[in-house]
């Protein structure tokens, strides 16, 4: 079980006390501090927003931003010039595209005129992420413009509903070779990978929730040789429900062979133990698999960190892996696993068993900041037959 550092309490202090406006208005924070208070001051409170405007001053070395659960206006797109930030990720800009109309394109968004009013140091800008409307006029050319504007991008979260429709993959490869990550996370209507392998430098990949119908379409990943990271989770899409995606015995019928592979999350798809024991056997370099909901999810398999419902330390270990990446669907499924082992199994449990099992509950009570995943640890212990 991991418990908070010094640092992480001190930065939850400084936060909640500029929450409460408690603090002297002549503090100074270094970057790294800065980037975790302002994070945790929006995680705290969506209103908090306000503080980059009357706290400007004080938490100017931020170079991080995270503005997902926000919709930022005008003013607060420019007061954004007063950072010099290095990763920002503006989350639904389409509340932003009448600020912000592309003169060549009535439909369409200037993301360039955006990024001009928002980034102070654009040659050091690393990280950007936004989403889009599914209208497939929307935003139509913008990867060559941003690569121009933002030279030094190595890590793009787009969220698109119809990637393909306004926004080809192969665009977005060609327009960012030097990208370190990507994440296309939700893309429908994506039927290949093509393009993806002119990416050489990529180290992680994200596609959750994104169905490739073809398995032809997958054969490019072959091709990347950096990529140490991959997500192909399944699960509920926020614009549809699907169904699970048999994702990994797609990757085998392909003969994909990602030869640096360490880190591999296969969550809520199908896949089965023979076929995940396979797939370790042509990536030798796998070290962790998550497979949490899925027929492998009470498996053992001795060579590698699995994270499943094998043990109590292995659902501590899913728990921690899904809130702090903000994988709320996962982390209620690892909940819903615990509150029917304490309801129906709780007799045949040991000690170290049902101690484990509640060190876990107690873990997302304290760290997540989801309500709804706080909600149902709390169902948890309050209608578990073990309690009685």
């Not at 509340?95 to 109309?101: E, I, V």
Request: contains cysteine; charged residues 25%; neutral net charge.
């Amino acid at each position: 079980m991991v418990f908070p550092t010094l640092f992480q309490l001190a930065v939850k202090s400084v936060a909640q006390q500029i929450h409460n406006e408690k603090i002297p208005i002549d503090f100074n924070l270094d970057i790294k501090s800065s980037n975790a208070v302002v994070k945790e001051l929006l995680e705290m409170d969506p209103q908090n927003i306000e503080k980059l405007k009357t706290h400007k001053n004080q938490l100017s070395t931020v170079t991080e931003l995270d503005l997902r659960k926000f919709k930022i206006d005008v003013e607060g797109i420019l007061n954004l010039k007063n950072f010099k930030l290095t990763s920002l990720n503006f989350g639904d800009l389409y509340h932003l595209r009448t600020k912000y109309p592309d003169p060549t394109n009535s439909y369409g968004m200037d993301i360039v005129s955006l990024l001009e009013r928002a980034v102070n140091t654009q040659e050091k800008m690393i990280h950007l992420g936004f989403s889009g409307e599914e209208d497939k006029r929307y935003m139509i050319g913008w990867e060559k413009k941003v690569s121009k504007l933002l030279p030094s991008l190595q890590s793009i979260k787009i969220t698109f509903s119809r990637f393909c429709q306004h926004c080809q993959l192969s665009n977005l490869c060609d327009s960012f070779p030097n990208l370190r990550i990507l994440d296309i996370s939700f893309a429908t209507r994506l039927s290949t990978l093509e393009g993806i392998k002119n990416l050489k430098h990529l180290q992680k990949l994200v596609m959750r929730y994104v169905r490739i119908e073809d398995r032809d379409g997958y054969k490019e990943l072959s091709e990347l040789k950096n990529l140490r990271f991959l997500d192909l989770s399944g699960g509920i899409g926020p614009y549809r429900s699907i169904s699970p995606i048999p994702v990994i015995r797609s990757l085998l019928q392909a003969e994909i062979r990602m030869e640096n592979l360490e880190f591999l999350d296969c969550s809520m798809t199908v896949v089965w133990k023979h076929e995940l024991k396979e797939f370790l056997e042509h990536h030798p370099s796998l070290k962790t698999v998550v497979a949490i909901s899925t027929k492998c999810d009470k498996s053992h398999i001795p060579t590698i960190d699995l994270l499943n419902y094998n043990s109590p330390d292995s659902i501590m270990k899913s728990l921690e892996y899904a809130i702090t990446n903000d994988r709320s669907d996962l982390a209620e499924d690892c909940i819903l696993f615990i509150a029917e082992k304490l309801n129906t199994n709780h007799n045949q449990l040991d000690a170290s068993e049902i101690s484990g099992l509640l060190k876990a509950l107690g873990y997302v009570l304290r760290e997540s900041k989801n309500n709804m995943t706080n909600y149902r640890a709390i169902r948890c212990f309050a209608e578990s037959k073990f309690f009685e």
